[in-house]
């Protein structure tokens, strides 16, 4: 099994743990991501990828260990982590009482972009995201994948250095989650974005993540190239069944529009 890379690493967890009320939610968890990849941390939910993803995201402070996000330490230099980084959570961020541009304008407004840069900035997300059509439609008449390209879209106004997806396709139709991977891509091949994400769907993790980390009751698996960790359980496995095998457990994604994908994901960030 691979070991954790050398450094350049663009985001660095140091037997990171979260304790909540005696119970351990992350113990003890470490490994790396190289700058410019696709990194999935996997596991069922309740096995502490949100927790995770809080404590790198600055939003949660660890009980012990810590990380480096960009170069920074999350412990002491929190501030600077947040202006490296994109976050896009579980939970709905999208205003369905706006319109996509209206949405965007916020975001950029919220990340200190300067008002000459704010209409070429969100015309350029919206293009990039196949959304220009929609600028003026209100959210609440998107479909699900348009309101998570949208959310990916707000998350990179800045230009971040590290993208964090906590369940990026959760809630989608499998068109609308094979168009928001493509997005994924593009954002790592034409930006040099280094993406963390977190999902339980082993078709996404297989597709998208150059390396792959496993999560079970809060501790690491497993980690290593997904190519690896298939070859080292026999010719005929696929990540369902490392993951199977490290987890004993998977788990299928919904779908649905905007409704729908609110009560799924406030499904899912109660089950995390």
């Not at 996997?42 to 260990?65: D, E, F, R, V």
């Not at 690896?228 to 005929?236: I, R, T, V």
């Amino acid at each position: 099994m691979s070991q954790i890379p050398p450094h350049p690493a663009a985001v660095e967890a140091l037997t990171l743990t979260r304790c909540f009320d005696g119970l351990t939610a992350v113990d003890k968890l470490s490994f790396a991501v190289p700058a410019g990849t696709i990194f999935g941390l996997l596991g069922t939910n309740g096995a502490g990828k949100s927790t995770t993803i809080k404590m790198l995201t600055t939003l949660l402070p660890p009980t012990s260990g810590t990380a480096r996000v960009a170069g920074f330490d999350v412990i002491r230099q929190p501030q600077a982590v947040r202006r490296h980084i994109g976050y896009v959570a579980q939970m709905l961020s999208a205003d369905g009482e706006l319109t996509g541009y209206e949405n965007l304008l916020i975001s950029a407004k919220i990340y200190g972009i300067p008002r000459s840069q704010r209409g070429s900035r969100i015309a350029q997300a919206l293009e990039f995201m196949e959304l220009a059509s929609h600028a003026d439609k209100m959210v609440s008449q998107y479909s699900g994948g348009m309101i998570r390209r949208l959310e990916i879209a707000q998350a990179m106004l800045h230009r971040p250095e590290v993208l964090f997806l906590d369940e990026p396709t959760v809630g989608l139709d499998p068109a609308a989650k094979h168009a928001v991977w493509q997005h994924i891509r593009q954002l790592r091949k034409e930006m040099g974005t280094t993406v963390l994400m977190t999902t339980h769907d082993m078709e996404e993790a297989d597709q998208l993540c150059e390396r792959v980390a496993f999560m079970h009751g809060g501790k690491l698996a497993a980690q290593g190239f997904p190519s690896e960790l298939k070859a080292d359980l026999g010719p005929a496995a696929n990540l369902d069944d490392v993951f199977i095998h490290y987890t004993g457990a998977s788990v299928s994604a919904e779908r649905g529009d905007y409704r729908d994908v609110a009560r799924t994901r406030r499904t899912a960030q109660r089950l995390e």
